[in-house]
């Protein structure tokens, strides 16, 4: 079965920063677009980043230039490094991973969430 653990979140003070870690396993790493989304309370869940396996990673306005999405192939692993976090920022950050399967079927998974807090 495919599996995505995510790890890396926490309380952190304004303008500090943390890394998100998604560990995949399940799959062929290397063929999937991997991507990070948020949802805070009350709120319906975004894209914030974003990893195609065949092209550059994208990012959401609001955290252009503070956030950096990256991967490893040799771990399977997808990262979200967040710098300068700010009171907005606080929500559930998930990883998703999809993976064709031929040029019609994809096969979408997501990971548990971690939490991101903001205070100080």
């Known amino acids: 079965q495919v599996h995505l653990v995510e790890s890396g979140g926490g309380l952190v003070q304004p303008g500090g920063s943390l890394r998100l870690s998604c560990e995949t396993s399940?799959?062929?790493?290397?063929?999937?677009?991997m991507s990070w989304h948020r949802q805070a309370p009350g709120k319906e869940r975004e894209l914030v980043a974003g990893?195609?396996?065949?092209?550059?990673?994208h990012y959401a306005d609001s955290v252009k230039g503070r956030f950096i999405i990256s991967t490893d192939n040799a771990k399977d692993t997808v990262y979200l490094q967040m710098n300068d976090l700010k009171p907005e920022d606080p929500a559930v950050y998930y990883c998703?991973?999809?993976?064709?399967?031929?040029?019609?079927?994809?096969?979408?998974?997501w990971g548990q969430g971690t939490q991101v807090t903001v205070s100080s």
């Open positions: 399940g799959t062929i790493f290397e063929r999937n677009d």
């Open positions: 998703k991973s999809e993976w064709p399967q031929g040029r019609f079927v994809v096969l979408d998974y």
């Open positions: 990893i195609p396996a065949d092209g550059g990673a």
